[in-house]
């Protein structure tokens, strides 16, 4: 739910900080159209957007406790809320239905220790007036967001980078090495702390941070890994299946009917299977198709390998679910609102079918279920077992064109930032960071590079289900992000997780409890994309090369453009490169002023 900002130890005077404030709750009003308020005490201030799913009447924010000494601004759900309730209510005397309170209170009694009683998806700051001190916190694996600005003394916050552009004193220049990261390894661009604009942070999933007049400190709560003490056989299957029902079960809960975003792979009919039996009504499920859809060939795609729409449309015909398919055509002409909705920047094809099916389901919810996050947790990429790909990130990247990517950079940036040594050295370190080494063996290099596609890839895959489906008010909740399955999943080695050379081999043979064994282990198949569009991004690229363009000519290399435009056949990675070269100037002309 919802979106939050604020501004600490601003040296506005007050009408001004008011002025600021009105701004960013307008900027992101799509993330709560049900009630936009703020509260500004002295030199801070706070500001949210609500989209009310739980107790309506009585959850509103920024919410302050009786004693007047706290208040919070809190994006997300909580929900085991009911359950912390009832361990907090001999301690705390609550005025609300709301979870918002609940994890106000589990803060104001429990302190930071709170964080690993949480099951959800949150980002949430609390102003403590006594002391003049803020805490705020991210869910373990970044289902929501944080985004900030410190500038000693004063420090901004909001939900999205457009709104907290509104606030600040000067508008920051670009981040280049984030820049070469987008370019030449999209997938995994979406992590870290740094944004596209210079000075921007997110704060990083599963950490904390403290900020009073005398600085700014952040700690880490969370990290997922592996376990060394790791079930085996059938005890592991049940444990995960179980935790996958719990979860799915919890995150129904809500005043109002949930839908299912339902793809017809593997993790979201098990969402959508296990919804069916525990919602006391019949979720609605919605569906991606294009025009001439029957027309469409998936199979040469890197990661989309099939069809989806066929196995969808049968789940839900078997679990008698209403069910939406959801047209998706004319993209090219879309992508310059892709590019200003994503302040990210638009990486993948796949936002667009993000985008239409956000606003169909906006129609009739605030919320719906999706499958996000199965695949970065339980092994669900086949080229972790390619040889060729996981003995280092290089093999990765170029696995999906960055060693042909970089080439668009400017050959003056590349000299300068040599980014493919930098992002190789990066992503080595993060590994290392959870304790592997890519090129040890190949057990090892299967855990590293698992651990780079939950810690980068994962993240923009959230990031993109959040601001696409947030720009039309509506929840996107990750059941396979919940903290209970993550630690389920974490007890999976890799010899289980790939067992018979299958991916996710252990959550398939969970699954098989609730769905038919050839939908339980049907090969990967991603969110699809269109893949006919190729020359129409050509088009498109030569008309804006044509212009002058500023941000090309300083950043990007127009022979290598130029060259991509001519290719009479595209392959997919250079179709993706169009895409996200396309979307960039795009967001460019919005973003980097």
């Known amino acids: 739910m919802c979106g939050i900002g604020g501004i600490l130890f601003s040296t506005d005077r007050s009408e001004v900080l008011s002025q600021r404030m009105t701004s960013l709750n307008r900027s992101q009003q799509h993330r709560g159209p049900d ?5 500004v005490t002295g030199c801070h201030a706070f500001c949210h957007q609500r989209l009310a799913l739980i107790d309506a009447a009585g959850g509103h924010q920024p919410f302050t406790d009786s004693s007047g000494r706290y208040h919070i ?14 361990q907090l209510e001999a301690q705390y005397v609550f005025t609300t239905q709301s979870d918002t309170e609940v994890l106000l209170a589990a803060w104001i009694i429990w302190g930071e220790d709170c964080l690993g009683r949480l099951n959800g998806m ?64 999209p997938s995994l661009s979406g992590g870290g702390s740094e944004a596209l604009l210079a000075g921007i942070r997110y704060l990083e999933p599963g950490c904390f941070l403290r900020i009073d007049r005398d600085g700014l400190q952040i700690r880490r709560y969370y990290t997922f890994n592996w376990h060394t003490d790791q079930l085996s056989g059938q005890a592991l299957i049940t444990t995960v299946g179980t935790a996958i029902e719990e979860s799915v079960r919890l995150s129904l809960r809500a005043d109002l009917p949930i839908g299912i975003f339902l793809s017809g792979g593997l993790d979201s009919s098990l969402i959508a299977a296990i919804a069916a039996k525990h919602a006391d009504y019949a979720p609605q499920a919605y569906t991606i198709c294009f025009d001439n859809h029957q027309q469409v060939d998936f199979d040469p795609a890197t990661i989309v390998n099939s069809d989806d729409l066929p196995f969808a449309r049968e789940l839900a015909g078997q679990l008698r679910l209403p069910f939406h398919e959801v047209s998706a055509s004319h993209i090219a002409q879309h992508l310059r609102l892709l590019a200003r909705i994503n302040d990210r920047s638009p990486v993948w094809e796949q936002e667009f079918s993000q985008h239409v099916l956000a606003q169909a389901a906006s129609r009739q919810h605030k919320a719906v279920l999706v499958g996000d996050a199965a695949d970065e947790t339980n092994y669900g990429y086949f080229f972790l077992l390619n040889p060729d790909v996981n003995p280092s990130p290089a093999g990765l990247i170029n696995r999906f064109g960055g060693d042909f990517r970089e080439l668009a950079l400017h ?35 299967i855990l590293a590079m698992s651990t780079l596609i939950h810690q980068r890839w994962l993240q923009r895959l959230l990031h993109n289900g959040d601001i696409h489906t947030m720009h039309f008010g509506l929840e996107a909740r990750v059941p396979f992000a919940n903290r209970n399955m993550l630690e389920a999943a974490a007890l999976v080695y890799p010899e289980a997780g790939f067992k018979n050379n299958t991916e996710k081999y252990v959550l398939r043979k969970a699954a098989e409890k609730w769905l038919p064994a050839g939908l339980a282990h049907r090969k990967k198949s991603s969110l699809p994309r269109d893949p006919r569009f190729g020359q129409e991004y050509q088009r498109i690229l030569r008309t804006l090369l044509d212009q002058k363009n500023s941000f090309a000519d300083r950043y990007l290399s127009r022979p290598a453009l130029d060259q991509l435009c001519r290719q009479t056949t595209l392959e997919e990675n250079q179709r993706m490169l169009l895409f996200t070269i396309i979307c960039l100037i795009y967001w460019a002309e919005e973003y980097a002023k």
């Not at 009630?35 to 509260?39: G, K, R, S, V, Y």
């Open 35 to 39: 009630e936009q308020t703020m509260l």
């Open 73 to 86: 601004v809190y994006n997300g759900e909580l929900y085991n809320y009911k359950e912390l309730k009832s």
């Open 122 to 185: 949150f980002a949430f700051l609390i102003w403590d007036t006594l002391r003049s001190t803020g805490f705020a916190a991210r869910d373990p694996v970044g289902v929501k967001p944080f985004v900030y600005h410190y500038d000693s003394p004063v420090f901004y916050f909001a939900s999205e980078v457009k709104a907290l552009l509104t606030v600040l004193p000067a508008h920051p220049g670009l981040n280049e090495y984030a820049l070469s990261e987008l370019l030449i390894a």
């Open 411 to 445: 050959p003056d940036l590349r000299r300068r930032l040599k980014p493919m040594a930098y992002l190789q050295e990066q992503y080595c370190q993060l590994a290392l960071d959870a304790g592997y080494t890519f090129g040890r063996s190949p057990r090892e290099n």
